[in-house]
């Protein structure tokens, strides 16, 4: 069977994980064909070290040149540029896998997934934290049923990030582009604590900036309630130092506990069941692999999983439906901190500062 070509727009921090991904081999029915990004000299890095990968300045000269070799678009720009540019290349007919946040207005959102439905193209939304071991096994278990009732669900994240990151480019930290760290760092555990606790009923939030000198927030908490009775918590930070800490979930039920925790939700601490399955007492000692950074070791089943989903006509795990439920949360924990009120959802954003409403043309 033929390969899917893909091409990237944006070459920063988080290209590597998906050119890895894409030129390793790693992701058997994808070739790289062309790379983007107005920064020329990071495509041009990229091209040289890659053997049949074109680099371009401009995403539209991209497309009139290579458009009809290309069947995917990965869009790694800042946050607040991933409706236009998902949008655009929907136009051209191309599937697109967007990073998260998928933009950070609903509004967007919504515009994205119209956009792509119109044109007939799938929409993805990278959440590649869904596919660490320990979430996986987690997550079977909740489909199992092995909770019972569930009582309390908490994400925290405890990361590292000083005024030389937020300065390392203009985006990060805006309202308009990037959001704090529940739009930015925290939003795969908002969307894990979703995922396997179920849809949230309502959201009171309080956040401050305390090391850092940037337009949003560094710190946040939020107390959260599910439609099915049970409690959330989420404690978000990137003041911690001197080194990132950790990225945990826990899920607490009446008939179990699991504690996923290590940097990046990626080492399994705690399993107990009060009905015990015969390889339980196994799956703290196998489910702990420490990836080499907070990334993780997500992308390459992520992007596995969008060819899959592509060529066999599969449903997506997170497509542009899916992702913009923890988008609907962040846009909520923010509307609770700028009323000061809990917020229940589904709810129109009013004073949410998160995103700018551009003119994009659909
Ligand atoms: N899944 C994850 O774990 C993960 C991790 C890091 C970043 N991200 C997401 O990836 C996105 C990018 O983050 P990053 O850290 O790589 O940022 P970055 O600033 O390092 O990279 C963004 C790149 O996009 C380029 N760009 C901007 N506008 C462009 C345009 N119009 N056309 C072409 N290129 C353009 C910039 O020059 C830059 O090289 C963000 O949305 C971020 O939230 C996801």
């Known amino acids: ?55 371009f300045s401009d995403r539209f000269e991209m497309m009139e040149k290579m458009g009809s070799d290309i069947d995917v678009v990965v869009i790694l720009t800042p946050s607040g540029l991933h409706a236009q540019h998902a949008i655009d290349m929907a136009k051209y007919r191309k599937h697109v896998v967007v990073e998260k946040p998928m933009a950070l207005t609903l509004q967007d959102a919504d515009r994205m997934i119209a956009a792509c439905d119109a044109a007939g193209v799938r929409l993805f939304v990278v959440k590649q934290n869904r596919y660490n071991h320990p979430v996986k096994k987690l997550r079977q278990a909740m489909e199992a049923g092995r909770f019972g009732k ?32 529940f739009a930015n760092q925290a939003s795969h555990h908002v969307d894990l604590l979703q995922w396997m606790m179920g849809d949230v009923e309502s959201v009171f939030a309080k956040t401050s900036t305390s090391l850092v000198n940037i337009e949003t927030e560094d710190t946040g908490v939020v107390i959260v309630r599910f439609k099915n009775g049970a409690l959330g918590v989420i404690e978000a930070t990137t003041a911690t130092r001197p080194k990132d800490l950790e990225g945990s979930l826990s899920i607490l039920g009446e008939k179990g506990t699991v504690e996923i925790g290590g940097f990046a939700v990626n080492e399994m601490k705690t399993w107990n069941f009060s009905e015990p399955l015969p390889d339980d007492g196994e799956v703290v000692e196998k489910y702990r692999v420490a990836p080499p950074n907070v990334y993780g070791f997500g992308h390459t089943e992520y992007l596995n999983k969008v060819v899959e989903s592509i ?22 924990i923010y509307e609770s901190v700028e009323t000061g009120k809990e917020v229940s959802l589904r709810f129109v954003p009013k004073m949410c500062r998160l995103g700018v409403i551009r003119d994009i043309e659909v």
């Open 311 to 332: 060529r066999e006509g599969r449903a997506a795990l997170v497509d542009g439906l899916e992702g913009r439920k923890s988008l609907e949360l962040i846009s909520a």
């Open 1 to 55: 069977m033929s390969k899917l070509n893909f091409a990237l727009i944006g070459c920063g921090r988080i290209a590597p994980k998906h050119v890895d991904a894409l030129t390793s081999g790693a992701v058997s029915g994808a070739r790289l064909v062309a790379v983007c990004d107005d920064k020329f000299e990071r495509a041009k890095v990229i091209a040289e070290k890659h053997e049949g990968v074109a680099a």
């Open 150 to 181: 569930l009582v309390l669900g908490t994400v925290r994240v405890r990361w590292c990030r000083t005024q030389k990151y937020y300065d390392q480019d203009s985006w990060r930290g805006t309202w308009a582009y990037d959001g704090g760290v």
